[in-house]
């Protein structure tokens, strides 16, 4: 929910008489990548570069320039010109070439909130290495802005936005004060106007010369000189990938000239954002009572274009970049974080933990290369959205390394014996939430010792239901060894018997007919936990010195990679944020128990229950019934498809003037039900026939049609109290948009989607709107891992939960149902932009053929839904969406009594169980690490509390920059609590070496 407070008219006080300061701030916005890719637009930037250094030097009277706000820019130019960074350092240390504080430019409500963290925390790192850095939260172009950008913006000591999207008419003046939810506050400037004659443009014209200067400041008159309260008139000399002119000093000469001819009370600078804000600081304009005033999110499209098409476009980066984060979030950062802080650690003998830090960054440096607002939003060309992959594909790669690393290492300290047991193969599954939860791990698992038939079970024997695939062998290579050289790899091996991180589980020789050549068969696990057996490793040396004694001089090995196989079983109370060991035991008569058969049925007995609810499929309509158990509700109609044509681009959804919408299957679907004690899953195999694409004049859709495949699984696991949806669906369509429809018993006029650091309340009404808006208003909004609905009179709620779907719509309720929640999974265009859209006025964008954006293929998507007593809060549903995103997973360990870690163990405990948890990470200055959480309640924890596993040296809390701001103590048994108020992010860095907790 957004709210502003403007003075009512009898309260409003005209600006005084007095002279006015125009101060003009030369800039270039550079989009990264966008309707060029980056690299053609790089070849702009050089170009631009060297003209800027080349006036800065030659041209004192040429004062200063501003480089967009983000310090990517530098890095981009000095890859070509790495010669020029003293001549850029120069001119940064004197203040005349402005950079920072972001890293790129991002989208404010498709990234995560510790993606902001990241981008600002790498932007400022970047701008202070050249000298100093711009402290203003410069956010010209994201299309809106998240409710939470204050309290970010000040977690750096930043205190002042400056942007032009989604601002309404409500705010009757340029400044304005500009609130978080949680109370903070930055002095806010709207750069009015579009993007020809204000925004951020709005003294373009100056580059042209007098003539041009004055007829542009004439056109915003009325628009942001007259409308200041401060009597300081910001105009932005720039635009988008413009080039500094030389001659604009002469030209600033000649308009004051004029100024004086025409008796204009203007004093005009060339300046900067900072002086600009400082000047209008002065004035005491963010200080007078009438100032408006705005709480919460922007995302007004009467003034602007908002273009609200660019949550849903492109459906599979936004999936991408969701996955991503959370690897680097709450997987990989936790996994190198927990490592970092085990006692007694020895220097490692393979990485330096400075070494995981630098991947750690990268990978974050990759990811941030995504997100530049024309990239995460899907609004480019073909060619930007295929290089995107490579950097995804990067980022996967880094990620994944760093988590089973860090996990590999905190594997090796926990204590995984078990008294009278001969033979178990450990395996320790991680919770990266911290809520209590028992849900389906799935890992591939390594069985040494020929143990394949086996029981999965707790410490305290309790025997989980579980399946596991055939355990499979691939061969790698075949090699001769000279004799002497197969003892040089036995020391490379090191203690755990591991090279190029293979650990060998077998090892067979086999003499030939040839006394001086011996053949050995060899079997390899990769990135195992477990070290090679030492026992197995003696043995193997023994062998090789009797063969060599022998007279041996010819290893032929042959060498198997045991890919191992999937195991999935119920990996039950798993503790918050912490680890758990499990053990394949031999399925010994003690244990012994039936091997779970699994049913198909395909009747009408389609039912699937666990504790929690029972859900059944309609063999007719391919549609999933739901009762809540707990509440006796009952959802009806669940998983319909809801498919129209989208007539629009890439930037907006338009709906044809004559629209044929698809809402049922082609044909009668195959319904199957799999019941198991693991899972029960109901399986929905069907077609949707759509048609092939929108006509030639774009007003409705073809008679020619395609059959598009849709398998849908719902499932249910006992003891989660969620229900799964996995959907694949061969899109074979153009030009149309597809939803899931998901149906409740009640009806609302509001929503709670969670955002950045918020759960934000949005109304399912849209204002009233005509031709006047640049931009007609839409139902649909942004989300990121949930949205909720609740009725308070039936005490019902309601949440959708999704893995990297952040686009949703609250549909009206029907004679049939009640309200009903639509996630969009694809939005197929053709066009970077058009002009002939029912929805926007005019192009948004260069008019380009996007064949990329139609998204013809194989797509598959993950949703579930938490029927539910209260409201999402009350009910712990924001918990279970994370869990929804972050599924169980592990790795083999080996017996040992490692660092003395017990079998099971929470890393921290963070109560009470309503806050969020955003990272846990390395701390930027390598010394300790970061936990970060946020209130998502709208009233105040009084007492939050935080423990770890083993008592920090120090604990501190800090500021989102990691900068200290009082160190935290903890009582006898170990807690260190603190209040946290409503919508409050809360950073505590923990140091378990005696570190100084002041960062660099």
């Not at 995302?299 to 273009?307: E, I, K, V």
């Not at 893995?803 to 999974?825: H, K, M």
Request: with cysteine; charged share 20%; hydrophobic share 40%.
């Amino acid at each position: 929910m957004s709210l502003t407070f403007s003075p009512s008219q009898g309260d409003s006080q005209p600006a005084p008489a007095a002279k006015k300061t125009l101060v003009l701030v030369s800039h270039t916005h550079w989009d990264r990548e966008w309707y060029l890719t980056f690299q053609q637009y790089r070849f702009k930037l050089v170009r631009l570069v060297d003209r800027l250094l080349a006036i800065l030097d030659s041209d004192e009277e040429y004062a200063f320039f501003m480089l967009d706000g983000q310090t990517i820019v530098l890095e981009d130019y000095l890859e070509i010109r790495p010669e020029r960074r003293p001549d850029l350092e120069r001119h940064i240390t004197a203040g005349r070439l402005l950079v920072g504080p972001w890293y790129v430019l991002t989208d404010q409500f498709l990234v995560s909130g510790e993606a902001h963290i990241q981008n600002l925390t790498r932007g400022l790192k970047i701008a202070q290495s050249f000298g100093r850095s711009m402290r203003v939260g410069y956010v010209p172009d994201p299309f809106g802005h998240i409710g939470q950008m204050p309290q970010i913006l000040s977690g750096f000591d930043i205190d002042s936005a400056v942007f032009w999207r989604g601002v309404g008419p409500e705010m009757v003046q340029v400044e304005f004060v500009w609130i978080a939810p949680d109370g903070t506050a930055v002095n806010g400037v709207h750069l009015p106007g579009n993007a020809n004659i204000g925004g951020y443009s709005s003294a373009v014209a100056w580059n042209s010369g007098p003539e041009a200067a004055l007829t542009q400041l004439k056109a915003v008159k009325d628009l942001i000189i007259d409308r200041t309260g401060s009597n300081i008139a910001l105009l932005m000399n720039g635009n988008d990938h413009v080039e500094p002119a030389a001659d604009l000093p002469a030209t600033l000469r000649a308009v004051r000239e004029e100024f004086e001819k025409q008796g204009e009370s203007y004093n005009l600078v060339h300046g900067t954002l900072p002086l600009y804000l400082e000047l209008a600081r002065q004035s005491g304009v963010w200080d007078r009572p009438e100032t408006p005033r705005h709480i919460g999110e922007f995302r007004d499209s009467q003034l602007a274009f908002l273009l609200p098409g660019v949550t849903s476009s492109r459906m599979p980066i936004k999936q991408q970049n969701a996955r991503m984060e959370n690897l680097l979030e709450l997987e990989a950062g936790p996994a190198l974080a927990w490592s970092s802080s085990l006692p007694g650690q020895p220097a490692r003998k393979d990485f330096d933990p400075r070494s995981l830090q630098g991947l750690y960054q990268t990978a974050w440096k990759y990811l941030l290369q995504n997100q530049p607002h024309d990239s995460i939003c899907g609004c480019s060309i073909d060619p930007v959205h295929d290089e995107m992959q490579t950097r995804f594909t990067w980022i996967e790669q880094i990620g994944q390394d760093l988590w089973q690393e860090g996990n590999r290492n905190l594997t090796r300290a926990i204590n995984t014996t078990l008294s009278g047991v001969e033979r178990a193969q450990p395996i320790v599954i991680f919770n990266p939430v911290p809520s209590r939860r028992t849900d389906l791990a799935s890992l591939s698992i390594t069985a040494p010792d020929g143990l394949t038939d086996f029981v999965v079970t707790d410490e305290q024997n309790n025997v989980l239901p579980h399946t596991v695939s055939s355990f499979d062998e691939e061969m790698l290579f075949t090699m001769d060894i000279p004799a002497f050289a197969l003892n040089g790899m036995a020391a490379q091996a090191g203690d755990e018997g591991r090279i190029m991180d293979y650990t060998m589980s077998s090892l067979d020789f086999r003499p030939t007919s040839d006394q001086s050549t011996v053949e050995a068969r060899v079997v390899v696990m990769y990135m195992s936990a477990a070290p090679t057996d030492p026992t197995l490793m003696q043995r193997a040396m023994t062998e090789v010195q009797h063969y060599i004694e022998s007279g041996t001089e010819t290893f032929r090995l042959t060498v198997y990679r045991q890919t191992g196989a999937k195991l999935d079983f119920i990996a039950r109370d798993m503790p918050p944020t912490g680890y758990k060991t499990f053990f394949l035991r031999p399925n010994t008569t003690e244990y012994a128990q039936p091997e779970p058969a699994l049913e198909e049925i395909s009747d009408k007995t389609l039912t699937i229950e666990n504790e929690f609810y029972e859900l059944t499929a309609d063999p007719t309509s391919g549609l999933f019934t739901l009762t809540d158990k707990e509440t006796g509700a009952v959802f009806t109609d669940l998983n319909r498809f809801r498919d129209g044509a989208d007539a629009g681009d890439e930037y907006n959804y338009s709906q044809a003037t004559r629209d044929l919408v698809i809402e049922s299957f082609s044909s009668l679907p195959e319904v199957t039900r799999h019941i198991s004690p693991l899972q029960s899953k109901l399986i929905v195999k069907a077609t949707l026939e759509l048609p092939l694409s929108l006509t030639a004049d774009r007003q409705t859709r073809t008679s020619e049609t395609v059959v598009c495949p849709v398998d849908i699984e719902a499932s249910l696991v006992p003891g989660v109290k969620r229900v799964d949806f996995a959907v694949t669906f061969e899109n074979l369509a153009k030009d149309h948009r597809l939803q899931v429809v998901l149906p409740a018993p009640f009806a609302v006029t509001e929503a709670d989607a969670e955002q950045a650091f918020d759960v934000v309340r949005r109304s399912t009404q849209l204002p009233a709107f005509d031709s006047n808006w640049r931009e007609d208003p839409v139902p649909t909004a942004p989300q990121k891992t949930f949205v909720s609905i609740y009725d308070p009179e039936k005490n019902l709620g309601f949440t959708v939960m999704n893995r990297g779907l952040p686009e949703y719509e609250i549909l009206p309720a029907d004679e049939t149902n009640g309200s009903a929640v639509a996630i969009t999974l694809l939005r197929c265009v053709g066009w970077l932009s058009r002009a002939d859209l029912l929805t926007r006025r005019d192009h948004a964008g260069p008019g380009l053929e996007t064949p990329g954006a139609q998204l013809l293929g194989q797509h598959k998507f993950n949703y579930a839904i938490e029927p539910h007593r209260g409201n999402w809060l009350e009910a712990g549903a924001q918990q279970q969406a994370h869990a929804f995103n972050h599924p169980l997973t592990g790795l083999n360990a080996a017996v040992q009594p490692g660092l003395g870690l017990p079998a099971t163990a929470s890393l921290v405990e963070i109560e009470p169980g309503s806050l969020a948890l955003s990272t846990i990470k390395p701390a930027e200055d390598g010394e300790g690490l970061v936990v970060r959480v946020w209130n998502p309640a709208t009233t105040t924890i009084p007492a939050a509390r935080f423990r770890f596993y083993r008592q920090p040296a120090h604990l501190w809390q800090t500021n989102l920059a990691e900068d200290t701001l009082a160190e935290m103590n903890p009582d006898g048994e170990g807690w260190y609590t603190l209040p946290i108020a409503a919508k409050r992010i809360v950073t505590l860095k923990a140091d378990f070496h005696g570190g100084t907790g002041e960062s660099e």
